[in-house]
């Protein structure tokens, strides 16, 4: 500890010698001044045991007063020039002086009192110095020294509360120095103590002013040579880092800074370090290790910082290699060298070597301040090592041995993001088992939202019930509730989410996710279609506030619904005035829904052209679009209708929605009986969109179109067409029987056969129907034997059908009659009698004469006969026939007059044929 002697005390050397006497002293006179003369000459331990003697013998002589306070100087003065100096004897000799004689005069009291004081601070007594030199402050003498010892007191006086941590008073005692003894012996030696003071509190600025001061007022100092690198100490830390090098730089060569070489190195790679720049900060590092001996504490202090050098510039390996020679150190350089490598590693993607440091670390430093930080890092390290079994395990651990801290929360994060991860979340929920809600905090939370977002819903539900059930506070409670139900309602289990919601909403009217949790029940109720419910449950969520336009929209679709038209129409034009698109062409939606069920074309219309304005993807603006003409097309307004089906087309001109509008444009044209609008349509649906599933229909209409104006070779051509480019296609059976119907309405019978043969057996009627024509078709060309098999399939399908239509039924009796005149007689008598019951027409007449023309050919005359009178009797293309079989009949029957009068009448028919040539060669044999 640092001494500051002044001039011993002086002031009875005018009434002594000024050396020392070689009388022998006989009186208390001569005792006194041969001690005296002894102290005067500086010979402190011999006048000390003189004056000792003298005040012994003498305690009140005129004398002893001075001789007390010399004798005291003397003893501190004889200590202070020991190598090892002790201050006891010299402090009891004051103390002793000081209450003995109290009046003495006031310099030599005060003087007294300084070097009490002055000896309890290098006795390292603070709490005494400070009391003896505050008493001293207040009457510090006038003598010449007097500046001089109150700076020095001051100095004693902050360095004492210094040691006592008192940071306020030692500041005022220094300031006190440098403001009122500025020119004393003590103002260097304040000036850098409050400078310290400033630089450890982090006040650099104000370290600048007083060191700079210092060095400027006091350049030759012993504490100027201190103050520089002090001052550059103090730049560092103010991050003036150009001032900071340019000063501490000086101080290397600076003779008197010698003795802080060291720290000057240091400080200058500790600018490198803080400027970031990491190889210059490693070289100097390793540079001020050079300069450390080998036995010098510090070196593993310096070699850390080399590594931190490296780790801090990403130079992993040089990172690893440096860290790696103190492994073997001791703790305080050990443990942040194996924490940076283990992190090192990481980053060079050595999970596994990673986490086996990191579990080093943590057996070695299980209370270190980096011991949680590296427990959540080796469950970082294992989860990129793709082992989350261990992974949520290492979390657990941190949630476990260090509750509560930044780390804690980082895991419980960490494990909420590797439920997230494919295969990961059972080894969470593991991790999770058994620990208590404060531990896992929101983790188990965030392991049933991991399971939502992955879609599985039933896993999400039950470890959201699981929290929710703990409760462990309001907010992750009513999180809990509002994912049950969530999860629930997407596992389409509504009711279920109707429960869960209206616990969350019931416990927590208020809470930040009220508005979610019913606006989740209306949805829970709108899935089940208690439309009431639902719209209670949105109005609910609209008082609530926090979800009004997605709530809007609920409210809406309830009434729709519900069947409550009107007042949705208003709720969807509420959401339609919503600055968010998607929002406002829901209500467009909506309302356009319940207006059609209101049958108001018109006003849905509108509100399908706003949607349609509204959306951006060209496809749902092509279905707006599209719906807009169909609801115009229902008001009857067609011109309006096709203007908005050709802008569907506009802005999907490739696509399937653009196909559908031409399709609707189509079906509108031919409702509003424009044929050529129709048929332009379905050319340019056909033209345009040849891939389209439409593209089939297109093509079909525009043969039907054809047909029905009887034009046949278009029709043909049309339906050959879509024969060829769509094969497969549901509507090829009614193609095939399409193109049978204008190749037999052109007499083209042969390939109307072809084409009705082609039909495609079905259900459907024009499929029962194909054969029949098939067989017509046949017939007409002259070709019954082939016929025959066609009319027989009809016949057998049309009968085997209880549902099939009246029309086909009406056909049997025809069929019945082409079907047997394909087989011999014997076989035709079977086919035609079941066809009499239900034939009417031409086609009964024909029946008949068939089947007695069948009978007389098997000389079954007598039922023969009844089967041919219809046809004798009217006129019709088998009545001359029919009267010579019938006359057969009756000949073959013995009824001969009958027959002679039969045949005469047949043989007057005119124009004569085959059968009245024949009747009237009969008559000529049977007449008398």
Not at 67 to 90: D, F, H, I, M
Not at 705 to 725: F, G, M, N, P, V
Not at 916 to 924: F, G, L, M, Q, S
Request: aromatic share 8%.
């Amino acid at each position: 500890m640092k001494r500051h002697s002044l001039v011993a005390l002086c002031l009875v050397s005018a009434l002594i010698g000024t050396s020392p006497s070689t009388v022998w002293a006989d009186t208390p006179q001569e005792q006194y001044r041969q001690a005296s003369e002894l102290y005067n000459a500086r010979i402190y331990s011999t006048a000390a045991q003189e004056l000792k003697k003298f005040l012994d013998a003498n305690p009140t002589d005129a004398n002893a007063k001075l001789a007390a306070y010399q004798w005291a100087s003397a003893l501190y003065r004889s200590e202070g020039s020991k190598p090892e100096p002790n201050y006891t004897a010299p402090i009891k000799a004051y103390e002793w002086a000081l209450q003995k004689y109290p009046t003495a005069p006031a310099n030599i009291t005060a003087a007294a009192r300084f070097e009490l004081g002055e000896g309890y601070y290098l006795s390292e007594n603070a709490a005494k110095t400070i009391a003896v030199l505050t008493e001293f402050l207040k009457n510090p003498g006038t003598d010449a020294q007097a500046d001089t010892r109150a700076g020095w007191a001051n100095y004693y006086l902050g360095k004492s509360y210094s040691d006592l941590k008192k940071t306020p008073q030692a500041r005022a005692a220094f300031e006190e120095v440098r403001t009122k003894y500025g020119t004393t012996q003590a103002a260097p030696d304040s000036l850098l103590e409050l400078g310290l003071l400033n630089l450890d509190a982090g006040q650099n600025a104000a370290a600048v002013t007083v060191l700079s001061a210092l060095r400027t007022r006091f350049p030759d100092s012993e504490a100027a040579a201190e103050a520089q690198v002090r001052l550059g100490e103090a730049q560092l830390g103010a991050k003036n880092y150009g001032a900071a090098r340019e000063t501490l730089r000086s101080a290397l060569t600076n003779p008197k800074s010698a003795d802080f070489k060291t720290e000057v190195l240091q400080d200058l790679a500790a600018i490198d370090f803080a400027e970031k720049k990491w190889p210059e900060a490693a070289q100097s590092y390793a540079s001020l290790l050079q300069n450390l001996p080998a036995n010098d504490a510090r070196r593993a202090q310096i070699q850390l910082q080399i590594a931190n050098s490296y780790f801090n510039g990403k130079d992993w390996q040089q990172a690893i290699q440096n860290y790696a020679g103190l492994l073997q150190s001791g703790p305080q350089t050990k443990a942040p060298a194996l924490y940076y490598s283990a992190v090192s590693l990481s980053e060079q993607g050595k999970f596994t070597e990673s986490a086996g440091l990191y579990r080093q670390f943590l057996a070695a430093f299980p209370t270190h301040a980096l011991a949680s930080k590296a427990a959540l890092r080796l469950g970082d390290a294992l989860t990129d090592a793709k082992d989350p079994a261990q992974a949520a395990q290492a979390y657990k651990v941190v949630l476990t041995r260090f509750p509560g801290t930044d780390a804690a929360k980082a895991a419980q994060n960490a494990l909420g993001d590797l439920a997230g991860t494919a295969g990961a979340s059972d080894a969470v929920e593991k991790a999770l088992s058994g620990l208590p809600a404060s531990a896992a905090g929101n983790t188990q939370l965030r392991l049933a939202q991991a399971a939502f977002e992955r879609g599985d819903y039933a896993k999400s539900a039950q470890l959201a019930n699981t929290v929710a059930t703990a409760k462990p506070d309001a907010t992750t409670t009513e999180s809990a509730l509002y994912l049950v139900g969530s999860s629930k309602l997407n596992a389409k289990d509504a009711p279920g989410a109707a429960v869960a919601f209206t616990k969350q909403i019931t416990a927590f009217p208020k809470g930040k996710l009220a508005a979610q949790g019913n606006l989740g029940l209306s949805w829970a109720y709108e899935d089940q279609k208690k439309w009431a419910e639902s719209e209670k449950a949105a109005r609910a969520a609209l008082a609530v506030g926090g979800e009004k336009e997605r709530a809007q929209i609920a409210l809406a679709n309830a009434l729709l619904n519900g069947g409550k038209f009107a007042p949705a129409v208003i709720a969807f034009a509420e959401a339609e005035k919503s600055i968010d698109k998607a929002t406002a062409s829901q209500g467009a939606l909506g309302g356009a829904l319940a207006l059609e069920k209101q049958n108001l074309w018109r006003e849905a219309a509108v509100r399908w052209g706003k949607r349609a304005t509204l959306l951006s993807e060209n496809d749902a603006k092509a279905r707006a679009y599209t719906r807009q003409g169909l609801a115009l097309a229902k008001a009857k307004e067609y011109p309006n209708a096709q203007i908005a089906f050709d802008a569907a087309v506009k802005v999907a001109p490739k696509s399937e929605s653009g196909a559908q509008a031409l399709y609707e444009a189509a079906w509108a044209a031919h409702d509003s009986k424009q044929t050529a609008a129709e048929s332009a349509r379905w050319i340019r649906l056909e033209t345009d969109f040849p891939e389209s599933k439409l593209a089939p229909e297109a093509v079909f209409q525009q043969a039907e179109l054809a047909l029905t104006a009887k034009k046949w070779s278009e029709a043909t051509a049309a339906y050959e067409r879509l024969l060829q480019k769509y094969p497969t296609d549901a509507l090829a059976p009614r193609a095939n029987f399409g193109l049978g119907t204008a190749f037999y309405n052109a007499q083209n019978w042969t390939e109307a056969a072809a084409a009705f043969d082609k039909v495609t057996p079905s259900k459907e009627q024009f499929a029962l129907e194909a054969p029949f024509w098939a067989a017509e078709s046949l017939r007409k060309s002259g070709d019954a034997a082939q016929a025959g098999p066609r009319y027989q399939k009809f016949v057998q399908g049309i009968e085997a059908n209880t549902a099939a239509p009246a029309a086909l039924k009406a056909l049997v009796p025809a069929a019945r009659l082409g079907w047997g005149q394909s087989v011999p007689p014997a076989q035709a008598i079977a086919i035609y009698q079941p066809a009499l019951a239900t034939a009417s027409g031409k086609t009964k007449i024909e029946l008949g004469f068939r089947l007695g023309e069948a009978l007389a050919a098997q000389a079954k005359w007598a039922q023969a006969l009844p089967a041919l009178i219809p046809a004798t009797t009217t006129e019709n293309e088998w009545r001359d026939p029919a009267r010579w079989w019938a006359g057969q009949a009756l000949e073959n029957t013995n009824a001969k007059a009958d027959a002679l009068a039969l045949y005469q009448q047949l043989a007057q028919s005119k124009p004569s044929n085959q059968w009245t040539e024949k009747a009237a060669a009969r008559v000529k044999e049977l007449a008398p």
